[in-house]
């Protein structure tokens, strides 16, 4: 027996609704502070753009989605991100690796630009 290229689109479809309900949960249960002023499509909106920039660098498991998401709550990330995150997602390390390494650039603040001041 086939599946047709329907059938996953169905699948892959529910997939990707029962990880927004997941997610959803998961945001309001961890970080109320960042859910009390946002509406619930402001907030499946933000997951979702999270799962298509995962997708964009080939993040494709829920649990590092998740990872991201937690991430951009707190500490407070916003797309586009800087270029030096973008290279250590694309890097060529398997998913897992790639995401402990955005971690630890986010939190050690290596990702920083340096300020320059040309006045002095």
């Known amino acids: 027996m086939k599946i047709s290229d329907k059938q996953i689109s169905i699948f892959q479809d529910e997939k ?9 949960e998961f945001i309001k249960t961890n970080f109320p502070s960042f859910t009390e002023n946002k509406s619930e ?5 933000f997951i979702v753009e999270i799962v298509a920039f995962g997708k964009l660098n080939k993040i494709y498991k829920g649990i590092n989605l998740q990872k991201l998401i937690h991430y951009f709550i707190a500490f407070k990330l916003n797309l586009p991100l800087p270029e030096k995150l973008i290279m250590v997602l694309k890097a ?14 986010v939190a ?9 001041n040309f006045n002095d």
């Open 41 to 45: 499509d402001e907030l499946r909106n």
């Open 92 to 105: 060529i390390k398997n998913e897992n690796v790639r995401v402990e390494d955005f971690y630890l650039n």
């Open 108 to 116: 050690s603040g290596r990702y920083k630009l340096a300020e320059i």
């Open 16 to 24: 990707i609704k029962q990880f927004i309900l997941i997610s959803l």
